[in-house]
């Protein structure tokens, strides 16, 4: 997701004043350059994509994560994912947009020359990949407003079931200012460190997945286990609602990945296509992955492979073929059953969701993958010169650089949040559950 932003000349008159101005090198420029309009087909399926991330957000994800706690912390689940969400939101025509795509061009964050929207009118435009085709600037700016409202928000699934909300929330502002709105600029926009290194991230990889998911397990680590994990039986209350919620997501994901085309052309019809057959061979792996170690193929794993594929397939939505595409969701759907089943088990952190195991794993594998089937040998779009070697190293530079980051980040947030609040909820409300603790009512009555 790579683009500029510029405006449209108010009238024929203001145009033809301007020009006339204008050099004569300068008026040979202008002329040879395509006239920018706004395309309203382009800026209709946008804004559809922008309603389809936020029904991930909600109900999508808030029934995900909700589903998989215990019955006594399933309003508590559902309350933080909207809260930051909405947190997110009024951060980002705030300072965040600017931050992360505003008119500066610097290699770690951008001007704040546009901080609380300033200069943007409804005549204003965003460009898209096509020369001279652009959308309204707000309806880019609502469509990346979803994106840092989930990625704050998918943090959350490592800390459930113990987290204060005064302390969420204090986490969520720390953690959007210093690791969302840098990473996104590092990796999306023209001036970031690692567009200009060529890292390919379709919609994701690493700005969303790789940051929440490692976010997420140094959150857990510094928060500390739940009351009697692992030794109590502690087990979703509704795989019914965490279904739910999985379908919610998956459909949503097509605004999330197609949408990022900032089009509506064929990179979204390939994203579109990848979203299907990607998440579909994940959802099955996860579940065949399950027999071959002696269980039975689970609702869960079902749930866990089909999110995992999501995952894995952000960042190469557009920059693979249908078949890199299968092949890169199986394989994060496996690497991701183990992480979940043995690593976690076995270094004994309490990821509560699999935030890490899911996201975080998976995020890597996609966004390192997207180098391999971006191949034209693999069916993907890249061009006949391409080296695998070369982007794989690319790739990894910038996973690296972003798991660093947002560890650093992370660590910030969760010790101002403890300075401010206290991280944790007294003994007596994790046991009787944050519902009633937190929030003063029930779930279910």
Known sequence: MRVSTGKIAAGAGAAAVLFAAMPAWAQEAAAAAPAV??????????????????????????????????????????????????????????????????????????????????????????????????????????????????????????????????????????????????????????????????????AGGTVVHVNAGVSALVASLILGKRLGYPTERI??????????????????????????????????????????????????????????????????????????????????AGNSGPFGAIILGALASVVCYYAVSFLKPKLGYDDALDAFGIHGIGGMIGAIGTGIVYAPAFGGPGKPDFSIASQIVTQVIAVGATIIWATIATVIAMYVAKALTGLRVSEEVEREGLDLGEHGERAYN
């Open 37 to 202: 309009t706004v395309n309203k087909g382009d800026t209709a399926w946008m804004m559809t994509s922008t309603v389809l991330v936020l029904m991930m957000i909600l109900p999508g994800l808030a029934l995900f994560y909700g589903g998989l706690t215990r019955a006594k912390n399933m309003l508590s689940v559902m309350t933080q994912i909207g809260a930051v969400a909405c947190l997110a939101m009024l951060l980002w025509v705030m300072y965040g947009y600017t931050m992360a795509f505003g008119d500066g061009g610097g290699a770690f964050i951008s001007g704040f020359g546009k901080a609380f929207l300033a200069g943007i009118t409804p005549d204003s435009t965003a460009a898209t990949f096509t020369a001279g085709v652009a959308i309204p600037e707000y309806v880019f700016i609502a469509f990346q407003m979803t994106f840092a409202a989930i990625t704050v928000a998918l943090v959350l699934g490592s800390v459930v079931e113990r987290m204060k909300f005064s302390a969420v929330m204090v986490f969520a502002i720390v953690w959007l200012t210093l690791a969302y709105f840098p990473i996104a600029h590092m990796v999306w926009a023209s001036g970031g460190v690692f567009f200009k290194m060529g890292a390919l991230d379709f």
């Open 235 to 316: 087990v979703p209350h509704s795989m019914t609602m965490t279904g739910i919620g999985t379908g919610l997501l998956w459909v949503g994901w097509f605004g999330f990945n197609a949408g990022s085309a900032l089009e509506a052309n064929g990179s979204a019809a390939l994203a579109m296509i990848n979203t299907f057959v990607a998440t579909a061979s994940a959802g099955l792996a996860w579940m065949l992955v399950e027999r071959v170690n002696g269980h039975k193929g689970s609702a869960l794993g079902f749930c866990s492979g089909i999110i995992a594929g999501l995952v894995a397939v952000t960042p190469a």
